[in-house]
């Protein structure tokens, strides 16, 4: 079955420093997203993106956030000055078209910033 | 009042026990629920997706919804180690502004472990 991939498995980083967490979507998905989850909390919502637009983005997605497709297979979030409070589970996910109620989520990204 | 609540366990049965878990939710734009598995180190995995009030059954889970309550259960029969692992209510909006579809808003997730 098809799977997103994503990479690395687990990332550490300091304080103040970008970082770029890598996917790889489903190869006939078009929507594609980025779910986040604190150690202990709730799985959230971040971001959703089609055509090269962000459709959606949760308040949590301020301007420190960055996502982008930059070719055909690749799916990234960038943060561009880490906090603390960023270490999480980063998930990505696809799915198929808008209605689709089915997402894809990949193994995750550990960031631990330190 | 939280959005969605889940009782996050742990929860530990026998192999073979009828397994059920719970969510509450608030807000009745809620019109799309869905069940997720994680096992450890892994992402959520859709097991099951509903729109209605009333039950939807694939193999050993029955997905039941009541929009009047506000409440969603997920039911395992015949348990088997392998179900084993944290289950994930999730929830969709929609409202006169539109389906938020992929913004799924997570419950807290219930550790479940069933024992040979």
């Known amino acids: 079955e098809p799977e997103v991939t994503q990479t690395p498995s687990h990332q550490v980083t300091q304080m103040g420093q970008e970082v770029i967490l890598r996917c790889v979507p489903i190869?006939?998905?078009?929507?594609f997203y980025w779910y986040r989850q604190i150690l202990g909390q709730k799985v959230e919502f971040l971001v959703s993106f089609y055509n090269n637009e962000i459709s959606e983005k949760s308040e949590i997605f301020d301007d420190q956030f960055s996502v982008e497709r930059p070719d055909g297979s690749n799916f990234t979030l960038k943060i561009r000055s880490t906090k603390l409070e960023d270490s999480a589970m980063y998930f990505c996910?696809?799915?198929?078209?808008?209605?689709?109620?089915?997402?894809?989520f990949g193994s995750g990204t550990q960031l631990s910033v330190l | 009042q939280k959005e969605v609540e889940q009782d996050p366990g742990p929860l530990s049965v026998p192999e073979g026990a009828i397994v059920s878990l719970n969510c509450t939710y608030s807000n009745s734009a809620f019109q799309y629920f869905m069940w997720y598995r994680q096992y450890s180190r892994k992402g959520p995995e859709l097991l099951m997706y509903t729109y209605s009030s009333g039950n939807k059954e694939d193999g050993r889970f029955t997905a039941q919804v009541d929009k009047s309550s506000k409440y969603i259960s997920l039911f395992i029969r015949d348990s088997q180690p392998s179900d084993s692992a944290t289950y994930l209510c999730?929830?969709?909006?929609?409202?006169?502004?539109?389906?938020?579809?992929?913004?799924?808003?997570f419950g807290q997730g219930t550790i479940l472990t069933v024992h040979p």
């Open positions: 996910a696809s799915s198929s078209y808008a209605g689709g109620l089915k997402l894809f």
């Open positions: 190869s006939n998905h078009l929507y």
């Open positions: 999730a929830m969709i909006l929609a409202n006169a502004g539109g389906t938020s579809y992929g913004k799924l808003t």
